[in-house]
T-cell receptor
Framework: DVKVTQSSRYLVKRTGEKVFLECVQDMDHENMFWYRQDPGLGLRLIYFSYDVKMKEKGDIPEGYSVSREKKERFSLILESASTNQTSMYLC?????????????FGDGTRLSIL | KNEVEQSPQNLTAQEGEFITINCSYS?????LHWLQQHPGGGIVSLFMLSSGKKKHGRLIATINIQEKHSSLHITASHPRDSAVYICAVDGNFGNEKLTFGTGTRLTIIP
């Protein structure tokens, strides 16, 4: 079974802090994704990566950056956290192929910015 | 950009009832996904389909490509089926991005 592990289930940070959310997958998947989930809005894509050191902006990249130095690890960085970044963050991974592949999700990180 | 709409937003039913959750989308797709999210946050992929019908245990997913519509059915519903069910579509562009519906919160009462 694919395992996608997010480093924290709950995180509380202060406005202006630099925040790192880590995600690791153990199935050698090429694609990795970061989403945020807010009530009434569903999941929205922040960034995704289709290979090591490659990244593409999703629908809401402002205020975020990402890093993928190794295939199994995809980090989301909040450069200067703000209260409107309080949300549930979900990481996912999938095999490459161009065509549809199921995405495997982590358990999520509930981030609160005070 | 594809628009994905789910109905109903909330559904409460008695144990044993037959459940139907609907999903409509606006633009042609290569595949549609049904996902399940339990309280606590983790999301599990239930089905991925591009035509016809798929069945897994008590869950059945159907898709009508011409009508741009999919349904998720649960037979003999059980309290452990209580979760948020999310529909997502894969764009017809050869990339990996999904567009998600806002989910249907299902509560099954014993």
């Amino acid at each position: 079974d694919v395992k996608v592990t997010q480093s924290s289930r709950y995180l509380v940070k202060r406005t202006g802090e630099k925040v790192f959310l880590e995600c690791v997958q153990d199935m050698d998947h090429e694609n990795m994704f970061w989403y945020r989930q807010d009530p009434g809005l569903g999941l929205r894509l922040i960034y995704f990566s289709y290979d090591v050191k490659m990244k593409e902006k999703g629908d809401i990249p402002e205020g975020y950056s990402v890093s993928r130095e190794k295939k199994e690890r995809f980090s989301l960085i909040l450069e200067s956290a703000s209260t409107n970044q309080t949300s549930m963050y979900l990481c996912a991974s999938s095999l490459d192929g161009g065509a549809s592949r199921p995405q495997h999700f982590g358990d999520g990180t509930r981030l609160s910015i005070l | 950009k594809n628009e994905v709409e789910q109905s109903p937003q909330n559904l409460t039913a008695q144990e044993g009832e037959f459940i139907t959750i609907n999903c409509s989308y606006s633009v042609g797709i290569s595949a549609l996904h049904w996902l399940q999210q339990h309280p606590g946050g983790g999301i599990v992929s239930l089905f991925m389909l591009s035509s016809g019908k798929k069945k897994h245990g008590r869950l059945i997913a159907t898709i009508n490509i011409q009508e741009k519509h999919s349904s998720l059915h649960i037979t003999a519903s059980h309290p452990r089926d209580s979760a948020v069910y999310i529909c997502a579509v894969d764009g017809n562009f050869g990339n990996e991005k999904l567009t998600f519906g806002t989910g249907t919160r299902l509560t099954i009462i014993p």
